[in-house]
């Protein structure tokens, strides 16, 4: 009895199917891009403003402070990969409430994608930050004994991330369809209500994850650090 | 005892035990950290999003190996490879 949006076929030609969790990834897509599309079209800067435009501000304000917040000096860098993430996330546990809907996140195909997006990007922002050599030399960091686990480490919680957030959100759904064949109505509005509640903390959850892991490898060396002379002796 | 019911058994058993004996440990170690947490709101208010983000964020960590326990009970339950080689084996024959 498993609701997994994969095994929602909705058309099939030879092996290219659609189910699902593609084309529920399509219309989560669509409604993001165009919805801001739309809102950004005419955006005005004195006092008088539309409420959508400040709905948009106090989003992409309030994911700017987090960013700042948990260490990242220039948020505005890293603010398009990271508010993209949260609110793709946010946006897929929030359209529950329609009917007939399953997140795509439900999906192990979709968690992975989104944590290999975020083991690109852990290096690509490091290089940029810090150069190549600086960016490889944080793999030897403590000593050069430190450079298989601190590879294991880095594979290790890009699986954390994936596994983290499609067993939040398949439980979720997962307990939904079975109360729904054992109770009546009250119990599993309950707990569609607990699974909106966590969809939206492990929204959040993914993207400071994934923001504390850029800073991890954008801040460089801590300052104070004494030199390598006294190490060595 | 035939193979069909002996994986039937054991899958079921170890589903069961999986989900039961594994969220002992998260469980605890959230109670922990929430109660580490609200003493260190008690003593610095200030710092409250601070705290509560650190909060959220290790609750989470935590709460993975709950999610990981309960993964390994659903593949047993429903996406069990040995009672698909089974039933393909029986009806097979």
Known sequence: ?233 | MDNMTLIAIASIVTAGLTIALGSIGPALGEGRAVAAALSSLAQQPDAATTITRTLFVGLAMIESIAIYCFVVSMILIFANPFWNHAVAHVAGK
């Not at chain 1, 529920?24 to 809102?39: D, E, P, Q, R, Y």
């Not at chain 1, 994608?113 to 922002?125: G, R, T």
Request: hydrophobic residues 50%; charged residues 15%; aromatic residues 10%.
């Open chain 1, 1 to 233: 009895m498993r609701i997994s949006p994969d095994e929602m076929i909705f058309w099939q030609h030879g092996f290219l199917k659609l189910n699902g969790t593609i084309v529920f990834t399509w219309g989560l897509m669509f409604v993001l891009a165009f919805g801001s599309k739309i809102v950004t079209a005419k955006l005005s800067t004195d006092l008088k403003r539309s409420h959508w435009q400040n709905l948009l501000e106090i989003v992409v304000t309030g994911i700017e402070k987090q960013i700042a917040d948990v260490g990242l000096s220039q948020p505005r860098k890293y603010i398009g990969f990271l508010g993209t993430v949260f609110l793709f996330v946010a946006l897929a546990s929030l359209c529950t409430v329609i009917p007939g809907y399953e997140p795509p996140t439900g999906s192990l195909s979709t968690t992975a994608a989104l944590a290999l997006c975020v083991l690109a990007a852990v290096p690509i922002f490091g290089i940029e930050a810090e150069g190549l050599r600086g960016y490889l030399k944080s793999y030897v960091e403590p000593t050069i004994v430190m450079l298989p686990f601190n590879i294991i480490s880095e594979l290790s919680r890009t699986l954390a991330l994936a596994v983290r957030l499609f067993g939040n959100m398949m439980s979720g759904t997962m307990i939904l369809a079975i109360l729904l064949t054992v109770t009546p109505f009250i119990f599993p509005v309950a707990m569609s209500a607990l699974g909106l509640l966590t969809g939206m903390v492990q929204a959040y959850i993914f993207s400071i994850l994934a923001a504390v892991y850029i800073a991890a490898a954008t801040r460089g060396r801590k300052p104070g650090r004494a030199p390598s002379q006294d190490i060595e002796a």
